[in-house]
């Protein structure tokens, strides 16, 4: 199992990315859940997003970009996106993609948020937000 991150970089504030995540060495019809996360310098790392397949894709959001990022799947490539949008400067971090294919009862955003959840994670990508 194989994930990589793409899309990353410099952007301004108020600004867009698109932050892509593909998979490899399994199918993407067995995955239950895919979640981004991010670690900031001298942060911990925090959940931002996640698409529960096991509810029929619900996704979740963290309070700090509900309204500016949005997650998407493309299993026809095997792809999970990240659309971010009104950048802020605080929003500076390494994300990771990561996945499970293990069916967790436990649903609602704090328990979709959390990375242990999830076994299977990409070496992260860098997101630098400028002024």
């Known amino acids: 199992v194989q994930l990589v991150e793409s899309g990353g970089g410099v952007a301004q504030a108020g600004g867009s990315l698109r932050l892509s995540c593909t998979g490899s060495?399994?199918?993407?019809?067995?995955?239950?859940?895919v979640a981004w996360f991010r670690q900031a310098p001298g942060k911990a790392r925090e959940g931002i997003s996640a698409?529960?397949?096991?509810?029929?894709?619900?996704?979740y959001y963290d309070d700090s970009v509900r309204g500016r990022f949005t997650i998407s799947a493309d299993d026809a490539k095997d792809t999970v996106y990240l659309d971010v949008s009104t950048l802020k400067l605080d929003d500076t971090a390494v994300y990771f993609c990561?996945?499970?294919?293990?069916?967790?009862?436990?649903?609602?955003?704090?328990?979709?948020?959390?990375?242990?959840?999830?076994?299977?994670w990409g070496q992260g990508i860098q997101v630098t937000v400028s002024s």
């Open positions: 698409m529960n397949f096991h509810e029929g894709g619900r996704r």
């Open positions: 990561a996945i499970t294919f293990y069916v967790n009862i436990a649903v609602g955003r704090q328990a979709m948020l959390q990375p242990g959840r999830y076994r299977h």
């Open positions: 060495g399994f199918s993407f019809d067995d995955v239950n859940a």
